[in-house]
């Protein structure tokens, strides 16, 4: 589904990612896990196709990133952002930012599609001519989560999308994303530094450090605390014990 | 006899709706120790950070039976008084390093500001103390650092920046607001570290906010969950699966574990609460 071969990616003279390379299958959900400045973040944009330029392959679907239109693109992969306070227009309501994926593509049946896609993430009919301020964490994520399901794209990249939300409402959403890859038969790429999470969402992860990948296993091995490298066990330990 | 003592402590809004209460009759004492507040966003742990340090402004009022630290009943002191102990005696540390940081001045200077409001010490005394503070809280090259702004350093180190300017007074309490939600796992160890060690080699009354349950129960003597601008429980170090209160039982359940077979997650019911 995803293909990544050999990525290199620098800003100005500063390399932020070294001949990563990566593959997730259909319907698979992979983690990338590290800290901040690890790339991982950088890895999501490529894909997104928010990077000028990069080096080495990036297929998605068997086909290039870079072959189709961003109208092609946006039909494949869509992205949820970490904070929802800051992804959201802040002055267009939830039916406008749902319902303009489907004007820019020409999608009709706007209206039963809007409504189908509010109950399908859990959230009330009543919020529908909402503005985002009027809702909450939660709420808002779940319209971000609506959103990039609109064109019913196949990849879901995920950029640390619980990491700002409280607890109780962490295992809303994640439950939410769970029922929603079963359902769905989605593709997921999460970015995150939480490996709890991994371990609940993900059948595989890649663990990155500096811009390179330092290993790439299965979750069972996460589960269990057998990560083969160094900085992985340091992580397991870390998220362990604190 | 405690460093802090609070009973009754009550922090009210005005709204269109009448006042809005969101500290709740809060009580506890505070010793030589580190403890820990916990619970969700809007659940008032803020608030009671800055209703001790007198930081709510008007329309917000604070009252209390009792509000006593070090023997100073804080309730009514004139503003000028409260100024003298802020900074010196009792201190905060709040989230991000980004936005507490002052960006046009170097980190050295800002370090020395606080020494320059409330001490005695001349400019080369409060140098020598600012790169004290700095080597204390383990920057290698104190001298470097404190030449810099504060955009050119990382949030980590941003941060040990806030806690060494926190410590140059060696404050008897210290109020740590989510202090390190905004940092790495790696760098969050080194600052815990460095607050343990203002505990237990200077003897300082820590007060840690936060929402990250797993951290601080591992890490605090005690902790007190907060639910909607009360105290449901009080828990001791480590006890944190033993806690008897639903809010607390429904929290500590619906966290993700490393080796989560769940699944789905249980998730808090707030009507039953």
Redesign the interface.
Known sequence: MISVRNLSVSFAKTQVLHDVSFEVAKGESFALVG??GSGKSTILKALAGQLKSWQGDLDIMDAPQGAGSKRDLARKVQMVFQDPYGSLHPRRTIDDTLGEPLAIHGIPDRDRRVLDMLDAVGLSRRFRFRLPHQLS?GQRQRVAIARALMLDPPVLLLDEPTSAL???????I??LL??LREEKGLTFLLVT?D???V??LCDRLAILRAGRIEETTDVAD????QLSSAYGQ???R????? | MSLLSVKNLRVTFPSDHGPVEVVRGLSFDLGRERLGIVGESGSGKSMTGRAIMGLIATPGQVTADVLTFDGVDLRDLPETALRKLRGARMSMILQDPKFSLNPVIRIGPQIEEAMAVHGALTKRQRRARMLDALTAVRIDDPARVARLYPHEVSGGMGQRVMIAMMVVMEPALMIADEPTSALDVSVRGQVLDILDDLVKRRGMGLMLISHDLNMVSRWCDRILVMFQGAIVEEISAGQLYKAQHPYTRGLVASLPRIDESRDRLPVLDRTAL
Do not use: I, T, Y
């Open positions: 800290e901040s964490g409280d607890v109780s409402v962490q295992a809303e994640l439950n769970k029922a530094h490996l709890p999470v371990s609940f996460l589960r269990s605390g340091e992580l397991f870390r998220s362990v014990d604190g």
